[in-house]
C-alpha cells in the first residue's frame, strides 16, 4: 500500500510518501525534496490487522505526517514574516503552556 502526495513552499518542491511492509511489519513516512530524501519516520504496528484495519493505520500515518510538514511550513512562514521571535505569544500563555508541561 502507497499514499502519496505533493506539496509547495516557497518554491520548492516536496513528497510525502507513506507505505507499509507486511514483511517487517512496519509503515514508514518519507519526505522527498526535490527529489532527496531529507525525513523518514517509521512505526512497527501489530501483525494480526485485517486490509481495512491496515489501510486505516496507514492513511492515518499518512495524514498525521502531511498535516505535520504544513504546520511546519506554516511556522517557517511566520517566523520569516515575524520581527518578534515569540510569534505572537503572550508571555502568559508561554508560562502557562511551560509550567503545564514542566508538571
Excluded: P, W
Aim: aromatic share 10%; net charge positive; charged share 25%.
Amino acid at each position: 500500500m502507497l499514499l502519496m502526495d505533493g506539496l509547495e513552499f516557497s518554491e520548492t518542491s516536496y513528497l510525502i510518501k507513506t507505505s507499509n511492509s507486511e514483511s517487517q511489519k512496519k509503515i514508514a513516512s518519507s519526505v522527498f525534496c526535490d527529489g532527496d530524501l531529507i525525513y523518514t519516520r517509521s512505526e512497527k504496528y501489530n501483525g494480526h490487522l485485517n486490509e481495512a484495519e491496515l489501510f486505516k493505520k496507514v492513511r492515518n500515518y499518512y495524514d498525521c505526517s502531511k498535516s505535520n510538514l504544513k504546520a511546519l511550513f506554516k511556522l517557517s512562514e511566520m517566523y520569516a514574516n515575524s520581527r518578534d521571535l515569540r510569534l505572537g505569544c503572550s508571555r502568559n500563555t508561554h508560562a502557562r503552556s511551560y509550567e503545564a508541561s514542566s508538571i
